[in-house]
C-alpha cells in the first residue's frame, strides 16, 4: 500500500500544470529529435539539457526524461518510413516496418507501433513502481566493492554485447576512463594531465563531451554519407494509404508479443550496459522463434515490429532502476540523465527514495503520463513528423550546430568547453566512421571517476587486499551475475554472426 | 584515414602512458593508491589493447581501405566551417558569428535557393537571442571586442 501511497503523491507532484507543460513539450521535443535519423535520445537529452537551466528541478527532470522516451517512441518513424533507424535501438523495427510501409500499411505500423510503445513503456513503469523500492531496499546494503564491480559490469557489458569489433569498444570505454582522469585526484591533490591549465583542474566536464559525440559527431557523420545531398522527400513510405487503422487481426496476433517482450526487454533494462538495441533485437528473434509462421518475419509481420518496439520502450524504463536506485548509468542516455540530475543537486542512489521521495516518485509518476501523452502524440501527430523528416539535413544541421554551440557556451559560459565539444564531434565522427563507440566514452567517462573512488575507498577498508571482493555476499553474487553476462554475450555475438554467414549463404 | 586515425589514438594512448609513469606515483607514501594508480593501468592497456586492434586490421587487410577522399569532402567542409565559427564566436560574438556561419553553410550546401538561405540566416539569431538571451537568461558570448 505505501507504493501506491507514494505514487499518489508522485501524481500530486507531476499533475500541476507547468510541469503537465514541461512533460508534454518534453515528449513533443523528444519525438521530433527521435524522428531526425541519426539523433537519439543520448543526443536528444544533451543538446536540450542546457535549454532545462532556468526550471524548476522536478520539472526540469521530468522534461529530460520526457525527451528521453519519447525519443524512443520517435525513433521508429523513420525506421518504418525511411529504413533508416533513427538510433541503434530501432534497427530491429526496420526488419518488418520498413517492408509493412512498402505494401502501403504504413499507417497501421505507426499505429502499432505508438501501441507497443505504449505498451512497453506503462508496463516498464508499473515495474519501475514495484521493483524500484525493493532494489533501492537492497542496495542499501552495498559498499565500494560493489559500487566497483557494477561500475566495471556496466561498461564491460556494454563492451562484450557490441555488435562490431570488441576491442574497439574496449579502447573506446579506455579513452572515456583516460578523459575521466583529468584534473585534481580527488585523495592526494595532486594535479592530472591539466598541462597547467586553470580551466581542467575540474576535470573535462561531462555535457561538451556527450553533446560532441552525440550530437556534432552524428552530423558530420550524416554528411560524410552524404544524408544532407538528397531530401528524403522521394524516398519516404508515407502516401497512398489504403487504411490508417491496424485490422482486428493486427491487435489479436499482437496481443501477448507486446506483453511478453515488455517484460523481456525491462529485465535486459535492468543490467548496467545491456540496453535497449540487446532487446529490441533478443525480442525480434525471440517472437522469430516462438511464431509458427517464422518465414514471414522480414517480409512485413506486425509481430516483428510491436516485438523489438515493446521492449525497447521498456528496456529503456528499466535502465531507470539502477540510475535511480545505485545512481549507476546503465546506457549512455542514462548517463546524459545522470549529468543532469547532478547538475539540479540530485544524487540518485540507495537513499534518494527515502530522501527525496518527492522528486522520485513525481519523475516515476510522470513517465505513466508522459507514456499517454506519447500515445496520443504518436498516433495524431504522424503527418506533422512525416513533414519534419522530409526537412532537408542540410538546412537542418546548421541550426542544430548553432543550438549545441549556444547551449555548451550558456553551460559555464566557457569558450574551452565550446572546443571541447567541437573537438569531441570530431573525434565522434571519426570513431563511428571506424567501429568505435562513442555510448562507450560517454559511459566510461562517468562510470571512471566513480570505479576510481570506490576503488580506492575498498582497497582503504581491506588495508590493500583484493580478497574483500571474494568476502562479500553481494560482491560474489555480482561478479557470479557478471560472468553469466559476458558469457551469455560472447554467446549472442556467436549466434548473431552464424545468422549472418547463414544469411548471407542463402 | 583508418590508419590516420588509429596512429592518432595509439600515440595519444602512448603520451598519456608516458606522462602516467614519469608524473605521477603508483602508489602514495602510505601505500595507498596513487594518482597514478588507474592512469598507469589505463594507459598501458589503451596502448596493447590499439596495437592489437591495428594487427587484427592488418592481418584482415581492411587498415588501407576505406572511403574514398572525395566521400569526406562535405564532412570536411562541415567541420572547417564549425571550426571558424567557434574562433569567429570568441572573437566577434554571437551577434556576427551566428548569421555567418548559417549563411556561409547554406550558402555552400544549399546553393541556389537564395531565399530560404536568407530568411534562415536572419531568423536563427533572433530566435537564438530570444531563447537563450532572453527566455532562459542565459550567458552568451559576445565576443572579446564587447
Known amino acids: 500500500m505505501e507504493i501506491f501511497d507514494n505514487l499518489l503523491m508522485g501524481l500530486s507532484i507531476a499533475i500541476t500544470p507547468v510541469n503537465l507543460l514541461y512533460l508534454l513539450l518534453g515528449a513533443t521535443i523528444g519525438m521530433v529529435i527521435g524522428s531526425i535519423p541519426g539523433f537519439g535520445p543520448s543526443a536528444g537529452i544533451a543538446i536540450l539539457l542546457p535549454v532545462t537551466f532556468s526550471m524548476d528541478p522536478i520539472g526540469a527532470v521530468m522534461m529530460l526524461a520526457a525527451i528521453y522516451y519519447g525519443a524512443m517512441y520517435g525513433g521508429t518513424i523513420t525506421a518504418i518510413l525511411l529504413n533508416t533507424p533513427g538510433d541503434s535501438t530501432t534497427v530491429a523495427s526496420t526488419f518488418d516496418g520498413f517492408p509493412l510501409a512498402q505494401q502501403g500499411r504504413a499507417g497501421p505500423a505507426l499505429v502499432m507501433q505508438a501501441c507497443a510503445s505504449f505498451t512497453g513503456g506503462t508496463i516498464g513503469v508499473i515495474l519501475i513502481t514495484l521493483l524500484a523500492p525493493m532494489f533501492a531496499m537492497v542496495t542499501r546494503s552495498f559498499g565500494p566493492p560493489e559500487f566497483f564491480l557494477l561500475c566495471l559490469m556496466g561498461i564491460l557489458t556494454l563492451v562484450a554485447l557490441m555488435s562490431g569489433n570488441w576491442i574497439l569498444g574496449l579502447v573506446s570505454a579506455l579513452i572515456g576512463f583516460a578523459l575521466g582522469t583529468v584534473g585534481v585526484d580527488m585523495e592526494t591533490g595532486h594535479q592530472r594531465f591539466t598541462f597547467g591549465s586553470t580551466e581542467l583542474i575540474g576535470g573535462i566536464h561531462f555535457i561538451p563531451v556527450a553533446i560532441g559525440l552525440f550530437g556534432i559527431g552524428e552530423l558530420f557523420h550524416a554528411f560524410y554519407s552524404g544524408a544532407h545531398k538528397s531530401g528524403t522527400g522521394g524516398i519516404v513510405q508515407y502516401q497512398n494509404e489504403e487504411r490508417f487503422w491496424p485490422t482486428s487481426k493486427d491487435l489479436r496476433e499482437s496481443k501477448f508479443t507486446m506483453p511478453r517482450n515488455a517484460i523481456l526487454g525491462f529485465c535486459i533494462g535492468l543490467i548496467p550496459g545491456a540496453g535497449a538495441t540487446i532487446a529490441s533485437l533478443m525480442a525480434y528473434s525471440l517472437e522469430k522463434s516462438l511464431s509458427s509462421t517464422p518465414k514471414k518475419f522480414g517480409q512485413g509481420e506486425m509481430r516483428g515490429l510491436t516485438a523489438p518496439e515493446s521492449a525497447n520502450n521498456a528496456a529503456s524504463s528499466g535502465a531507470m532502476v539502477p540510475l535511480l536506485t545505485l545512481g549507476i548509468p546503465g546506457s549512455a542516455s542514462t548517463a546524459v540523465l545522470l549529468a543532469a540530475f547532478i547538475m539540479w543537486g540530485l544524487r540518485p542512489g540507495p537513499l534518494l527514495m527515502a530522501e527525496n521521495p518527492q522528486f522520485a516518485w513525481g519523475l516515476i509518476s510522470s513517465m505513466y503520463l508522459g507514456n499517454m501523452a506519447l500515445l496520443a502524440i504518436s498516433i495524431f501527430a504522424i503527418p506533422l513528423f512525416v513533414y519534419i523528416i522530409k526537412a532537408p539535413y542540410r538546412i537542418l544541421a546548421p541550426l542544430v550546430l548553432v543550438v549545441c554551440v549556444m547551449g555548451t557556451f550558456s553551460v559555464n559560459a566557457s569558450m574551452i568547453e565550446v572546443f571541447i565539444m567541437l573537438g569531441a564531434g570530431v573525434i565522434g565522427f571519426l570513431m563511428k566512421r571506424f567501429g568505435f563507440s562513442p555510448a562507450a566514452v560517454v559511459l566510461a567517462l562517468v562510470l571512471g571517476p566513480m570505479a576510481e573512488e570506490s576503488l580506492r575507498q575498498t582497497l582503504i577498508i581491506s588495508r590493500g587486499s583484493f580478497d574483500i571482493f571474494f568476502l562479500r555476499p553481494s560482491s560474489v553474487y555480482i561478479m557470479v551475475f557478471f560472468v553469466a553476462v559476458i558469457f551469455s554475450g560472447i554467446l549472442l555475438n556467436a549466434y548473431r554472426k552464424r545468422t549472418n554467414i547463414q544469411g548471407a549463404q542463402a | ?146
Open chain 2, 1 to 146: 584515414m583508418r590508419l590516420f586515425f588509429y596512429l592518432f589514438i595509439l600515440v595519444v594512448a602512448a603520451c598519456y602512458t608516458y606522462m602516467a609513469f614519469s608524473d605521477l606515483t603508483f602508489l602514495t607514501n602510505r601505500g595507498r593508491m596513487g594518482p597514478g594508480f588507474f592512469p598507469r593501468i589505463l594507459g598501458v592497456t589503451m596502448v596493447v589493447a590499439m596495437l592489437m586492434a591495428i594487427l587484427i586490421d592488418i592481418k584482415n587487410k581492411t587498415l588501407f581501405s576505406g572511403a574514398q577522399d572525395s566521400q569526406y569532402q562535405d564532412a570536411a567542409v562541415l567541420i572547417g566551417l564549425s571550426l571558424t565559427f567557434g574562433v569567429m564566436l570568441m572573437v566577434l560574438g554571437y551577434v556576427i558569428a551566428i548569421p555567418a556561419y548559417i549563411g556561409a553553410t547554406l550558402c555552400y550546401f544549399n546553393r541556389g535557393k537564395h531565399k530560404t538561405n536568407a530568411a534562415v540566416t536572419v531568423a536563427v539569431p533572433v530566435v537564438i537571442h530570444f531563447l537563450f538571451g532572453t527566455l532562459l537568461n542565459a550567458s552568451l558570448p559576445h565576443g572579446l571586442w564587447w
